[in-house]
């Protein structure tokens, strides 16, 4: 992998709750806005904000899954600023909205114990 694309993911997965832009993470790999896009596209297959996006989206399930933060805390800690567009993101990816979700996994663990 591309040595700066490399630092600027492992930093961003680092820093999540940051409010990441494109022209952000371009200056924090010294690289222009388009040389960022095509080396980011071109070494993890996504976008820059897809992958952001997405890294988010999974962070939050996780803490959804094995916290008992709210989901209004949940949002905040990985980065998301619209509860709206989170809800969203989350549901197009997972296919249920964040407190469904939460729920469903609950009901799961519960009926995972009593069948052993």
Do not use: C
């Amino acid at each position: 992998m591309n040595y700066r694309i490399g630092r600027l993911t492992e930093h961003i997965l680092e820093n999540l709750k940051q409010p990441w832009s494109v022209s952000e993470m371009a200056r924090w790999a010294n690289l222009s806005g388009p040389r960022l896009q095509s080396l980011f596209k071109k070494e993890t297959k996504l976008t820059p904000i897809q992958f952001l996006t997405h890294h988010r989206l999974e962070k939050a399930k996780e803490l959804l899954e094995n916290t008992n933060l709210k989901v209004r805390e949940v949002i905040a800690e990985v980065g998301f600023f619209d509860p709206s567009h989170f809800s969203r993101e989350f549901k197009k990816a997972y296919g249920r909205n964040p407190e469904a979700h939460r729920q469903f996994e609950y009901d799961e663990s519960r009926a995972n114990k009593t069948n052993v």
